[in-house]
T-cell receptor
Framework: AQTVTQSQPEMSVQEAETVTLSCTYD???????LFWYKQPPSRQMILVIR??????QNATENRFSVNFQKAAKSFSLKISDSQLGDTAMYFC???????????FGAGTILRVKS | DAGVIQSPRHEVTEMGQEVTLRCKPI?????LFWYRQTMMRGLELLIY????????DSGMPEDRFSAKMPNASFSTLKIQPSEPRDSAVYFC??????????FGPGTRLTVL
């Protein structure tokens, strides 16, 4: 069974600074997908970024980028130029290529301070 | 597209009552998922459908929970009878089969 671990329960960052959220996972699969979801206080789950395991290039979406280390089974999220609206719970998630179920980590609460 | 639609947004009921949560997926999405989120257990997958057929219901807690998808544009999650420990936020999500899932706004259920 796959597991996803987020070891940082809470983090804080100053506005305009950069922050990195950690995620590790455990799987025996060679092909899979990884995601970061954001859940602001409104509780809406919002897809932030997606990475296919067969792609070596790290995914980037505007201020959000990932550091995907397949051998280390690590998938960290970097947020550049942090904004107050980035304050949210961030979830790392895994999906095996053969199925469609998402396995979520416990989440990291990120607080952006002005 | 309006996104995934869930109703009601909030539900308060008394123990023993029947509760029905509703979901309309994004048009064209073949997969529909029901999740429950609590502080203690995080996000749990309850059940998911593919082309209206239940594929995996191993996450459904017990027989008090049931889910149906009578057509491609509608699904329900029913709890009968409800108990205080069922209090949680229930999310519906849909997917076009590309693994990424799009979530609805959730239903906050409180069972007194």
């Amino acid at each position: 069974a796959q597991t996803v671990t987020q070891s940082q329960p809470e983090m804080s960052v100053q506005e305009a600074e950069t922050v990195t959220l950690s995620c590790t996972y455990d799987t025996s699969e060679s092909n899979y997908y990884l995601f970061w979801y954001k859940q602001p206080p409104s509780r809406q789950m919002i897809l932030v970024i997606r990475q296919e395991a067969y792609k070596q290039q790290n995914a980037t979406e505007n201020r959000f980028s990932v550091n995907f280390q397949k051998a280390a089974k690590s998938f960290s999220l970097k947020i550049s130029d942090s904004q107050l609206g980035d304050t949210a719970m961030y979830f790392c998630a895994f999906s095996a290529a053969y199925g469609n179920k998402l396995v979520f980590g416990a989440g990291t609460i990120l607080r952006v301070k002005s | 597209d309006a996104g995934v639609i869930q109703s009601p947004r909030h539900e308060v009921t008394e123990m023993g009552q029947e509760v029905t949560l509703r979901c309309k997926p994004i048009s064209g999405h073949d997969y529909l998922f029901w999740y429950r989120q609590t502080m203690m257990r995080g996000l749990e997958l309850l059940i998911y459908f593919n082309n209206n057929v239940p594929i995996d219901d191993s996450g459904m807690p017990e027989d008090r929970f049931s889910a149906k998808m009578p057509n491609a544009s509608f699904s329900t999650l029913k709890i009968q009878p409800s108990e205080p420990r069922d209090s949680a936020v229930y999310f519906c999500a849909s997917s076009p089969g590309a693994h990424e899932q799009f979530f609805g706004p959730g239903t906050r259920l409180t069972v007194l």
